[in-house]
């Protein structure tokens, strides 16, 4: 589908990346941490100029950069936002990221903007509708992005596709990557009553260009069932860690950002999160040397 070459980016170091939260700046233009790479969400920085962006570009001469989306709305019914992708444009040009990612999800509705990232049925029509806006955004800002895998907390009568081939399929029809939020995926299975390892064991991991880790929330259901909320506000839970490692013992190590988007703690608890996912990202490289090499 795609009608033009995209741009050829450097790609994210393989370590553990942290969001960039207000709260922490200046202790990390102060201290430098030694952390893979930051992220920050798009539009809170497409404006022109400002203490924001003086920042940031402090931070990214010393950092690489994960740019994330979260108003693109790319599975929306109605057409992309020309001025919205005008904006996400300018500012790739500005930062030129070593990667940038949106949702697969949909926020728009006639002219009206949704705070939230609602599912999407998986019918022939919608996948062809994604791809679409996805080749728009990656001919519009001259780059490839990833696409997240979604959570979700319920499930479309109409939908004719699994989840997974859906986000193959859009892959391969746009050329885009994608991103596996690894804590989205358990949500999605307790919530769904399926296996989040076997969801793993579906995957295609050779398309995943980040992956994503996450707190959790949890309640129950009317039926006093487990019910996982994708909340941001805590560390990532041990369930989602040993599905982390089982992710990465079958891709090899990739870039891995720790999201905690709410309820913020001190930068010294969310570069406690960073090293621990560093050092199983250094431990899977390590038995992956170790392995014995077959002779030609």
């Known amino acids: 589908m795609t009608t033009a070459p995209l741009l050829q980016t450097a790609t994210l170091p393989v370590r553990a990346g942290l969001g960039l939260k207000p709260e922490h700046i200046e202790e990390i233009l102060t201290t430098r941490p030694d952390v893979g790479f930051f992220e920050v ?3 809170n920085y497409m404006g022109d100029g400002g203490a924001p962006h003086r920042a940031l570009a402090e931070i990214v001469s010393n950092h690489p950069l994960s740019l ?3 108003g693109l709305s790319i599975g929306a019914a109605r057409p992309l936002d020309k001025a919205h992708l005008a904006r996400l444009s300018r500012l790739i040009e500005r930062y030129r990221p070593q990667s940038f990612s949106e949702h697969l999800a949909w926020s728009t509705h006639d002219t009206g903007f949704l705070n939230d990232l609602l599912p999407l049925p998986y019918t022939q029509e919608t996948l062809a509708r994604v791809a679409r806006h996805v080749d728009e955004v990656q001919q519009a800002t001259g ?3 990833l696409l997240e895998n979604p959570s979700t ?3 479309f009568e109409d939908s004719t596709i699994d989840e997974i081939d859906f986000l193959d399929a859009v892959a391969d029809r746009s050329g885009c990557g994608l991103l596996l939020d690894v804590n989205n995926v358990m949500v999605s299975a307790v919530n769904h009553r399926l296996d989040p390892f076997a969801y793993i064991e ?4 050779d398309r995943v260009g980040e ?3 996450g707190g959790y929330d949890e309640t129950v259901d009317g039926a006093g069932d487990r019910l996982l909320i994708d ?5 990532v839970r041990e369930d989602v860690f040993d599905l982390y490692l089982h992710t990465i013992g079958r891709s090899g190590p990739l870039p891995t950002l720790v999201e905690w988007d709410n ?3 001190p930068l010294i608890v969310l570069l406690a999160e960073a090293a621990r996912v560093d050092a199983a990202l250094a431990g899977e490289t390590a038995r992956r040397q170790a392995r014995p090499r077959l002779r030609a």
């Open 153 to 155: 907390y319920l499930l």
């Open 211 to 213: 992956i994503h880790l």
């Open 231 to 235: 909340a941001h506000g805590s560390a």
């Open 143 to 145: 780059c490839r992005m």
């Open 202 to 205: 579906r995957f295609p991991l």
């Open 68 to 70: 994330h989306g979260v």
């Open 41 to 43: 969400h798009a539009e």
């Open 263 to 265: 309820d913020v703690p």
